[in-house]
């Protein structure tokens, strides 16, 4: 049963647009939300972090949203380019579970040139 | 450089065999972890070990084995009894009380 539901599975985006990726929580106890970054045939890198006592969290051309109430988390990718086209986990983790990280199914982000 | 290292990239299994996939780091880190990585599932945890010598099951331990003999070693092994192995193996590592985790580059397995 999975902890954390990503959404969509994959997008296509044209360069310079915003590609969004949306996640869904169900225990209120996770205190830290990180997205990582994947490429084909290599490891998740971490990208980017929030906490849940901040609503909005900006790195770049990335940008992490969250709504504590609706228990859902979001990724921006501004003017995305053909270098971000990757596969993009987000997770959540709680102190209390040895910092043990619960992983969405993942979303392959296409940018077409 | 600091990091993990996994090996080998690739490895073929015949039906009925156990196999070992390597995972070593230097980054001085407490804690290890395996993932299996398939299609549309995201991650999900196999083992994994906060100190020499001890190892938790994660939730899907079945079919799979580990030991940490050495603070830099964790190695995994896919036993005959997994019915379905063929996946993307991942490793990672972190200090203890740290929240983000390094990855290697994984080990893909394929049963033949």
């Known amino acids: 049963q999975q902890q954390v539901k990503q959404s969509p599975q994959s997008l296509i985006v044209q360069k310079g647009g915003i590609s969004i990726i949306n996640c869904a929580y169900e225990?209120?106890?996770?205190?830290?939300f990180p997205w990582y970054q994947q490429f084909p045939g290599k490891g998740p890198a971490l990208l980017i972090a929030?906490?849940?006592?901040?609503s909005e969290k900006k790195e770049g051309r990335f940008t992490i949203s969250f709504n504590k109430s609706a228990k859902q988390f979001s990724l921006h990718i501004m003017d995305s380019q053909p270098g971000d086209s990757a596969t993009y986990f987000c997770a959540a983790s709680l102190r209390s579970n040895d910092y043990k990280l619960s992983f969405g199914a993942g979303t392959t982000v296409t940018v077409r040139a | 450089d600091g990091g993990i290292t996994q090996s080998p990239k690739y490895l073929f299994r015949k039906e009925g065999q156990n196999v070992t996939l390597s995972c070593e780091q230097n980054?001085?880190?407490?804690?290890m972890y395996w993932y299996r990585q398939d299609p549309g599932q995201g991650l999900r945890l196999i083992y994994y070990?906060?100190?020499?010598?001890?190892?938790q099951k994660g939730d899907i331990a079945e079919g799979y084995s580990v030991s940490r003999e050495k603070k830099e070693s964790f190695p995994l092994t896919v036993t005959s009894a997994q019915k379905n192995p063929t996946a993307f193996y991942l490793c990672?590592?972190?200090?203890?009380?740290?929240?983000?985790?390094?990855f290697g580059s994984g080990t893909r397995l394929t049963v033949v």
């Open positions: 929030i906490r849940p006592d901040v």
């Open positions: 070990s906060q100190i020499v010598n001890d190892f």
């Open positions: 990672a590592s972190k200090n203890r009380d740290a929240r983000d985790y390094t």
């Open positions: 980054l001085n880190h407490d804690a």
């Open positions: 225990n209120t106890a996770f205190d830290y």
